[in-house]
């Protein structure tokens, strides 16, 4: 799939909120999507599934099935949990029983005659979820997959994530906590003021580049990373400390 030069704006009179956006998503790969707050990460999520058309430019190539699942479930809906998953399966043309394996598998059981509005954040997440995959996605767009997850769900998100990409899905996820930046293959786009900037692994340091070297504690080694890309810098390596015993 492509972003093709895309432009977006919300309204006629405001400022652009994504940018010349061009890049693109290889079947099987997942992007990881950072960037300050406001920077337009949600707003990318939502052009590249499909909610929001591009004011200029286009999506090429996207999947037939889109995954789609937004930050804040829109639990204001005169549905069950049950009712709900049923519905959608039934405007998929699928069997009533489709979300029977993500409901088992996201733990829902207990909540399945409890109306959406009810549910906690957390709940209508997983709900979210599980409607985004009824079918195999060509493309999963999770947008911060996270938020109100308890610790015990929170690992399913990456296992979700690797099942895709393994069935040939691409997956566009954001993440300001870091979660899945550590996902091996995963690429990183940074969003900055509406423009993409997909991480040079390998790329040269440019002449008025500066290198700041900066020690951490061991064990907050990948979350320093994690924040550092967050943040726009580009992380050039990570190395143990050559000379223990003299620093101390
Ligand atoms: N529905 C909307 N109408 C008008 N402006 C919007 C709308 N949604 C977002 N914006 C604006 O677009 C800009 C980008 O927002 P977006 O939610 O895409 O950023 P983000 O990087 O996902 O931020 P965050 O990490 O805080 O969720 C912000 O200035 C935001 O206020």
Redesign the pocket.
């Given at each position: 799939m492509r972003f093709d030069a895309i432009w977006f704006r919300?309204?006629r009179r405001?400022g652009w909120?994504l940018r010349a956006v061009t890049a693109a998503v290889e079947p099987g790969q997942t992007v990881v999507v950072l960037?300050?707050?406001?920077?337009?990460?949600?707003?990318?999520l939502q052009v590249a599934a499909g909610v929001l058309r591009p004011t200029r430019g286009a999506v090429r190539d996207r999947p037939p099935v889109v995954g789609w699942v937004p930050?804040r479930f829109p639990a204001a809906q005169p549905f069950t949990t049950l009712g709900y998953l049923r519905a959608m399966s039934a405007l998929r043309r699928l069997p009533e029983t489709a979300a029977d394996h993500w409901i088992d598998r996201l733990g829902l059981t207990g909540h399945l005659h409890t109306p959406l509005g009810d549910l906690s954040k957390g709940t209508a997440q997983k709900v979210g979820l599980a409607q985004a995959l009824l079918t195999p996605p060509g493309l999963l767009v999770l947008?911060?997959p996270w938020e109100g997850l308890d610790a015990a769900s929170r690992v399913l998100v990456p296992q979700i994530v690797a099942e895709v990409t393994e069935a040939g899905g691409a997956v566009l996820v954001?993440d300001?906590r870091g979660e899945i930046a550590g996902l091996p293959g995963a690429v990183h786009w940074t969003?900055r003021t509406g423009e993409v900037h997909p991480e040079q692994q390998d790329g040269p340091v440019a002449a008025d580049d500066v290198i700041v070297e900066v020690a951490v504690r061991r064990h907050e080694a990948a979350e320093a990373v994690v924040r550092l890309r967050a943040s726009g810098h580009r992380v050039l390596g990570v190395r143990e400390n050559a000379a223990p015993e003299e620093a101390r």
């Amino acid at each position: 799939m492509r972003f093709d030069a895309i432009w977006f704006r919300y309204a006629r009179r405001a400022g652009w909120t994504l940018r010349a956006v061009t890049a693109a998503v290889e079947p099987g790969q997942t992007v990881v999507v950072l960037g300050p707050n406001g920077a337009g990460k949600s707003t990318l999520l939502q052009v590249a599934a499909g909610v929001l058309r591009p004011t200029r430019g286009a999506v090429r190539d996207r999947p037939p099935v889109v995954g789609w699942v937004p930050e804040r479930f829109p639990a204001a809906q005169p549905f069950t949990t049950l009712g709900y998953l049923r519905a959608m399966s039934a405007l998929r043309r699928l069997p009533e029983t489709a979300a029977d394996h993500w409901i088992d598998r996201l733990g829902l059981t207990g909540h399945l005659h409890t109306p959406l509005g009810d549910l906690s954040k957390g709940t209508a997440q997983k709900v979210g979820l599980a409607q985004a995959l009824l079918t195999p996605p060509g493309l999963l767009v999770l947008d911060e997959p996270w938020e109100g997850l308890d610790a015990a769900s929170r690992v399913l998100v990456p296992q979700i994530v690797a099942e895709v990409t393994e069935a040939g899905g691409a997956v566009l996820v954001s993440d300001h906590r870091g979660e899945i930046a550590g996902l091996p293959g995963a690429v990183h786009w940074t969003v900055r003021t509406g423009e993409v900037h997909p991480e040079q692994q390998d790329g040269p340091v440019a002449a008025d580049d500066v290198i700041v070297e900066v020690a951490v504690r061991r064990h907050e080694a990948a979350e320093a990373v994690v924040r550092l890309r967050a943040s726009g810098h580009r992380v050039l390596g990570v190395r143990e400390n050559a000379a223990p015993e003299e620093a101390r």
